[in-house]
């Protein structure tokens, strides 16, 4: 490995960190927890599960956390900077395309209305 690449993979791991951390603490957390910047979570008496619902919210931060390595690995795998930029530009728009999907699933299937 060069020291392009090694330096390279520190920085998206350095980078991945948070959101991995956001979701364990999330994983763990007794109280629903938020999504959206600037907008409340959800009162606890609005949550049918919230354990069920803080583990998916949780989950879904640490693959979106997980997304970045893997597009290193693309990028170390199929030829280096063009293929990284492609799997990292695929993986922030569509992966917070899915996360905006996927937390309105859950507000829809645990949240009181």
């Not at 991995?20 to 999330?26: C, D, P, W």
């Not at 354990?51 to 280096?80: D, E, R």
């Not at 900077?81 to 992966?95: K, P, Q, T």
Request: contains cysteine.
């Amino acid at each position: 490995m060069t020291a392009e690449t090694i330096i390279g993979l520190v920085i998206v791991l350095i980078c991945a960190l948070p959101f991995i951390v956001m979701g364990i603490v999330q994983m763990k957390s007794k109280k629903p927890v938020g999504f959206w910047s600037g907008k409340e979570p959800p009162a606890k008496d609005e949550v049918t599960d919230v354990l069920a619902y803080n583990k998916k919210h949780g989950v879904m931060w640490i693959i979106y956390g997980l997304g970045a390595p893997a597009s290193w690995l693309v990028g170390a795998l199929f030829g280096g900077g063009v293929a990284f930029a492609a799997a990292v530009c695929a993986e922030v728009v569509g992966g917070i395309a899915v996360m905006i999907w996927y937390h309105n699933y859950l507000d829809r299937k645990y949240v009181k209305k």
